[in-house]
């Protein structure tokens, strides 16, 4: 089974809708992580989070909000979609203790009509 | 602040040729530095890593040696296989901060 989990894998929307991407990790991580893949520009953070109290915006915040409901749960959120949105999201975790790496998930594309 | 330069893809290659992506780097005092590969409809993971200086870092025929003189961190392998298609990503995490900085990311396509 995977470590890191989103839903949906895909999501088709229309411009103007709310829409909630979710991730689950079952890694025991206390740090979790939103990015956003565009061709071309490599991964651009959005949010992160180093335990549930904890929430920080990243390079690209604007238009996005987060939910860290567990420390296992951690929820990225776009309140009005727009088509400059459309792209590919990814969750990722780190443990404090034991290093750097990131652990990713699978992917969600988003597609905003 | 910390940044990390790649060199532009696609890379093309047909198999058994030998690879070399380049990644230098911009960072405050002695980062620790990643390769992570993203095969097709997947998320990243980490293919390598190096901690110091004149370390090497290697995995599944891959090697990267840190450089702190020219600040780089080339990525390599001797013989490519079809299998190695896919986008590879230069980060580095530099002591002071929480958050690594990643390169954007070299495409590779091997052909049989």
Redesign the interface.
């Known amino acids: 089974d995977a470590d890191?989990t989103q839903t949906p894998r895909n999501r088709i929307t229309k411009t103007g809708k709310r829409i909630m991407l979710e991730c689950s990790q079952t890694k025991g991580h206390d740090r979790m992580?939103w990015y956003r893949q565009d061709p071309?520009?490599?991964?651009q953070?959005i949010y992160?989070s180093?335990d549930v109290k904890d929430i920080n915006k990243?390079e690209i915040s604007d238009g996005y909000s987060v939910s860290r409901q567990a420390q296992a749960k951690f929820s990225l959120s776009l309140e009005s979609a727009i088509p400059n949105q459309t792209a590919l999201y990814?969750c990722?975790t780190s443990d404090s203790l034991s290093g750097?790496?990131?652990?990713?998930?699978?992917?969600t594309r988003l597609t905003v009509l | 602040g910390d940044s990390v330069t790649q060199m532009e893809g696609p890379v093309t290659l047909s198999e058994e040729a030998f690879l070399t992506i380049n990644c230098t780097y911009t960072a405050t005092g002695y980062p620790s530095l990643f390769w992570y590969v993203q095969y097709p409809g997947e998320g990243l993971q980490l293919l390598l890593k190096a901690t110091k200086a004149d370390d090497k870092g290697s995995n599944k025929g891959f090697e990267a040696t840190y450089r702190k003189e020219t600040t780089s961190f080339h990525l390599e392998k001797g013989s490519v296989q079809v299998s190695d298609s896919a986008v590879y990503f230069c980060a580095l995490k530099s002591g002071g901060s929480y958050i690594p900085t990643f390169g954007r990311g070299t495409s590779l396509i091997v052909h049989p």
């Open positions: 890191v992580y071309g520009l490599g991964l953070l992160y180093f990243g990814f990722a750097d790496e990131q652990f990713f998930g699978p992917g």
